[in-house]
């Protein structure tokens, strides 16, 4: 064995599992069973509404990004326009023909409150998915719909719970097809792909800990297309929550238009990223031209990494390169010595913005209302 491999704690368990102390790691290794898990609870949600004329997906951060990937996979499919908002109010079109879900894991986020007593007052349909907080306990009072969810989890490791209900009620909406299928494939994928890049597996046998060892001592950037626009987000989250480094995320075509030009001088300061494509064998072709061309206009020397998508439906290939995300970042925590779960700084601003009053004068306003009938 390579000895400078031997020298990584990602080869030695026993520092993985003391650096990453409270478990992120679990949530990788048992993705497929989370996800079977949410599709059973999803189940019994009904989407016994009119169809609304457009749909708004109202969260932030862990709790916004499934948004992101139900907008990119049903992008191609849906009839309606979807739209994530990450923001106080909902954009000025939403009125009773909208559909809003409104998604906040701990359902105590003062953005994601003030969306739905915004949609509440323009008479929106509304969908709240959450492990419980303010968000359920005003969706019960109030007789709003909603999904309650297992709770006790970092928000960003409960994708599969607040992703999965979005994906079933727009099937059982009519708007999308092949879900259940996609999510059958994409659970086999994700069981393999956690044994793949278990903890005991070496770094020169998981992709994962190859790519995290590649990457560190840079700031991870993250190119996608298409459908994986949402992904690439959601590597750049996880690399700031999990690894606590900056990262930066872009899409072909657009990041030609402007991005590139930030490769032009092949300086020191371009050296301190590294570059992660995400790339699909069945990629538009135009998009595959895109990628070759821009490879040859970054400077030779800096760090180029390539993950190609698994699976065959859509579903699968998002969520697999989703969870290797996930263990890259995870791993890039233990290489930089840090816990991967606790995200301190969220937390204190969450705690000085609630010194501000403005959640409790969002929650008094909607304590003023009535329940719908
Ligand atoms: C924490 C995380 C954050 C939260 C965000 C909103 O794991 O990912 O981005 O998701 O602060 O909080 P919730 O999801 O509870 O509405």
Same mark, same amino acid.
């Given at each position: 064995?390579?000895?400078?491999?031997?020298?990584?704690?990602?080869?030695?368990?026993?520092?993985?599992?003391?650096?990453?102390?409270?478990?992120?790691?679990?949530?990788?290794?048992?993705?497929?069973?989370?996800?079977?898990?949410?599709?059973?609870?999803?189940?019994?949600?009904?989407?016994?509404? @009119?169809?609304?004329?457009?749909?708004?997906?109202?969260?932030?951060?862990?709790?916004?990004?499934?948004?992101?990937?139900?907008?990119?996979?049903?992008?191609?499919?849906?009839?309606?326009?979807?739209?994530?908002?990450?923001?106080?109010?909902?954009?000025?079109?939403?009125?009773?023909?909208?559909?809003?879900?409104?998604?906040?894991?701990?359902?105590?986020?003062?953005?994601?409150?003030?969306?739905?007593?915004?949609?509440?007052?323009?008479?929106?349909?509304?969908?709240?998915?959450?492990?419980?907080?303010?968000?359920? +306990?005003?969706?019960?009072?109030?007789?709003?719909?909603?999904?309650?969810?297992?709770?006790?989890?970092?928000?960003?490791?409960?994708?599969?719970?607040?992703?999965?209900?979005?994906?079933?009620?727009?099937?059982?909406?009519?708007?999308?097809?092949?879900?259940?299928?996609?999510?059958?494939?994409?659970?086999?994928?994700?069981?393999?792909?956690?044994?793949? +890049?278990?903890?005991?597996?070496?770094?020169?046998?998981?992709?994962?800990?190859?790519?995290?060892?590649?990457?560190?001592?840079?700031?991870?950037?993250?190119?996608?297309?298409?459908?994986?626009?949402?992904?690439?987000?959601?590597?750049?989250?996880?690399?700031?929550?999990?690894?606590?480094?900056?990262?930066?995320?872009?899409?072909?075509?657009?990041?030609?238009?402007?991005?590139?030009?930030?490769?032009?001088?092949?300086?020191?300061?371009?050296?301190?990223?590294?570059?992660?494509?995400?790339?699909?064998? +069945?990629?538009?072709?135009?998009?595959? &031209?895109?990628?070759?061309?821009?490879? @040859?206009?970054?400077?030779? +020397? &800096?760090?180029?990494?390539?993950?190609?998508?698994?699976?065959?439906?859509?579903?699968?290939?998002?969520?697999?390169?989703?969870?290797?995300?996930?263990?890259?970042?995870?791993?890039?925590?233990?290489?930089?010595?840090?816990?991967?779960?606790?995200?301190?700084?969220?937390?204190?601003?969450?705690?000085?913005?609630?010194?501000?009053?403005?959640?409790?004068?969002?929650?008094?306003?909607?304590?003023?209302?009535?329940?719908?009938?």
């Amino acid at each position: 064995m390579n000895p400078k491999t031997q020298e990584s704690p990602l080869d030695d368990v026993n520092e993985i599992r003391r650096i990453d102390k409270s478990n992120m790691l679990s949530f990788s290794i048992e993705a497929a069973k989370h996800y079977n898990e949410a599709t059973k609870i999803s189940e019994k949600m009904s989407a016994d509404f @009119t169809k609304p004329e457009n749909i708004v997906i109202a969260g932030m951060g862990g709790s916004a990004i499934g948004g992101e990937l139900l907008k990119d996979y049903t992008r191609i499919q849906a009839p309606v326009p979807i739209e994530v908002s990450k923001d106080y109010t909902l954009p000025a079109y939403a009125n009773r023909k909208t559909l809003v879900l409104a998604v906040s894991y701990s359902g105590d986020t003062e953005e994601s409150l003030s969306a739905f007593l915004d949609a509440i007052k323009r008479q929106c349909t509304i969908y709240c998915i959450s492990s419980g907080g303010t968000l359920l +306990n005003f969706a019960e009072k109030l007789n709003v719909s909603f999904l309650r969810v297992p709770a006790g989890m970092p928000p960003r490791a409960a994708l599969p719970y607040l992703l999965v209900p979005q994906l079933v009620l727009l099937e059982k909406m009519g708007l999308v097809s092949d879900v259940s299928e996609g999510l059958g494939e994409a659970t086999k994928l994700l069981g393999k792909f956690s044994r793949e +890049n278990s903890p005991e597996k070496p770094v020169g046998k998981s992709l994962a800990k190859s790519l995290a060892s590649g990457i560190h001592g840079t700031v991870p950037v993250v190119y996608g297309f298409g459908v994986y626009r949402g992904v690439a987000q959601r590597w750049k989250q996880q690399f700031n929550e999990n690894s606590k480094v900056h990262a930066k995320w872009e899409v072909f075509p657009e990041l030609n238009h402007n991005e590139i030009v930030g490769w032009e001088k092949a300086d020191a300061l371009a050296k301190q990223f590294s570059t992660v494509f995400l790339r699909d064998k +069945n990629e538009p072709s135009e998009v595959r &031209s895109r990628i070759e061309i821009t490879k @040859t206009l970054m400077p030779q +020397n &800096s760090k180029k990494f390539e993950v190609w998508a698994q699976g065959k439906s859509t579903l699968a290939k998002l969520l697999s390169t989703i969870l290797m995300g996930d263990f890259i970042s995870v791993y890039l925590a233990i290489l930089r010595g840090v816990d991967p779960t606790p995200v301190q700084t969220i937390a204190m601003l969450k705690q000085k913005l609630g010194e501000t009053g403005t959640k409790e004068r969002i929650v008094r306003e909607l304590e003023k209302l009535k329940p719908a009938q």
